[in-house]
């Protein structure tokens, strides 16, 4: 037997689900955008300290570890979102589909 969408769309469950993926996804975003317009006006308006060497030899500076740093934290920011929806959404799926049936 088919389940109808609207029965799924009716149980409380799809809605919880919904919104906690609703909301997770959209504070994950904003975490994201907060780290990368930070780096992107740090571009901006502060290039010296962007510029300033690590070590005395000048070969690294400031701007590449923090520039690494925001390619990092969207691999961990992406990782973070994975493990919950494994651990919490596809669990709760599972239940609204066996309970639509």
Do not use: C, H
Not at 22 to 46: C, D, E, P, Q, R
Not at 54 to 77: D, Y
């Amino acid at each position: 037997m088919a389940v109808s969408s609207l029965e799924i769309e009716k149980n409380p469950k799809f809605k919880e689900l919904v919104a906690t993926r609703k909301t997770l996804g959209w504070t994950l975003s904003l975490v994201m955008l907060f780290i990368y317009f930070g780096f992107i006006l740090l571009v901006a308006f502060n290039k010296a300290f962007l510029a300033t060497p690590i070590s005395g030899e000048g070969v690294t500076t400031v701007g590449i570890p923090i520039g690494i740093a925001v390619i990092v934290s969207a691999f961990l920011l992406t990782g973070f979102y994975v493990v919950r929806a494994n651990a919490r959404y596809d669990e709760l799926t599972r239940q609204i589909v066996e309970e639509s049936k």
